[in-house]
């Protein structure tokens, strides 16, 4: 079994790269999605399952986790994995995303760290940078990320600079805590909006403290498609070429081919299962809405080409009549659908880059999916 956490970049086709992620857990072919499992799993899919769809990673949450079940808890299984019953690689976001997304429940000291008001219970809980690498190695994560200030989507350069400051400061202080574990990759995460003078002077600041990867944080947080991937085309080139790049929280299937394009290797989201949950499909021939009425006599197959034998037998018009009769079981076969078409769609990227071949991949389903 691989012990040291490492990256091989193998080819590239223009930007679009091509690589391996090699962690002691296994190995991850890039570009790669990662399904989002916050609380320990992945939303209304069992885990055997989301195996069978060639997931290769998958990310938890520190905040969530450290809330509940407790570190204490997971330890007693001697991690994530074994509690989960995952045998893969796990990345664990640090709980800068939460710093935003439950901004009304926390404020910020950059001594001390996120002090947060549990959303659970109201009990005071003080996120440090040294607390988040505990946490995560606790959980015993193969893939931890850096405490961050992540800020909304702001103009204000003020805010921006205020928040590349500070989580300049906790990346510096992330990486002592973290120390020289080799079979653990730690990645930092690079702020400042939509200005590439600010990203710039991030990307110097965490490239001198030295990391095992390099995510970019502060996106998908409400700007276009367009200002996102005009971004990503302005400050990638800053990164260092041989650590793997993680665009953190995207996104759709044009989302994440126009990063690709860009040069990013990794990507997480909740889309799969959320939009699963409301009866969304991610197809070959598009998004489909099986709650349409034009869906009620449809004998076609959602997924005639999976290998999954527990999806590839379901008509559109059975998983209609699920949805109107409020049935779980539609939400968990649209899920693992999803799931199963994200792999499958990561896979012709990958296949696309090894063939020289991406620039006509990328014109054909670029705006197929919006």
């Known amino acids: ?33 990662m ?29 969530h986790l450290l809330l509940r079940p407790g570190v204490d808890i997971i330890g007693k299984f001697k991690g994530l994995h074994k509690y989960m019953n995952w045998h893969g690689p796990i990345l664990t976001d640090s709980g800068g995303y939460q710093i935003m997304s439950l901004s009304k429940f926390n404020k910020i000291d950059k001594e001390i760290g996120a002090i947060f008001k549990s959303h659970l219970d109201g009990r005071k809980i003080i996120l440090s940078p040294e607390k988040s690498i505990q946490v995560q190695k606790a959980i015993n994560s193969d893939i931890i990320m850096v405490l961050d200030e992540c800020p909304e989507l702001t ?71 367009s200002q996102m991937l005009k971004i990503l085309n302005e400050t990638v080139k800053f990164l260092p070429k041989k650590k793997p790049r993680y665009l953190m929280g995207v996104g759709t299937p044009s989302d994440i081919l126009g990063a690709v394009k860009e040069g990013i290797d990794m990507f997480d989201c909740v889309m799969p299962t959320r939009s699963g949950r409301t009866g969304l499909a991610f197809t070959w021939e598009g998004k489909i809405n099986l709650k349409n009425a034009r869906y009620k006599e449809d004998k076609s197959l959602l997924s005639p080409n999976s290998e999954i034998k527990k999806i590839n037998k379901f008509s559109k018009s059975y998983l209609n009549h699920l949805i109107k009769s409020n049935e779980m079981m539609a939400s968990m076969i649209i899920s693992l659908h999803n799931i199963d078409f994200y792999q499958q769609f990561m896979l012709k990227i990958r296949d696309s880059i090894r063939g020289g071949t991406f620039a006509s991949f990328h014109k054909k389903y670029i705006d197929y999916f919006k």
């Not at 003020?158 to 906790?170: C, G």
């Not at 805590?177 to 909006?193: M, P, R, Y």
């Open 1 to 33: 079994m691989l012990k040291k956490f490492s990256f091989e970049l193998t080819t590239q086709c223009g930007e679009a790269r091509l690589g391996k992620i090699f962690t002691s857990k296994g190995i991850v072919d890039t570009p790669a999605f």
């Open 155 to 225: 103009n204000d350069k003020k805010t921006l600079s205020k928040a590349i400051d500070v989580s300049t400061y906790w990346a510096k202080r992330s990486k002592i805590e973290f120390g020289a574990d080799k079979s653990k990759g730690l990645f930092g995460i690079v702020q400042g909006g939509l200005y590439k003078d600010l990203r710039e002077e991030s990307i110097k600041k965490l490239r001198h403290i030295e990391f095992d990867g390099y995510a970019m944080g502060g996106l998908a947080v409400g700007e276009t498609q």
């Open 35 to 63: 399904p989002v499992g916050t609380q320990g799993t992945i939303k209304g899919v069992f885990t055997d399952d989301v195996t069978k769809t060639n997931t290769q990673i998958i990310l938890a949450n520190t905040y």
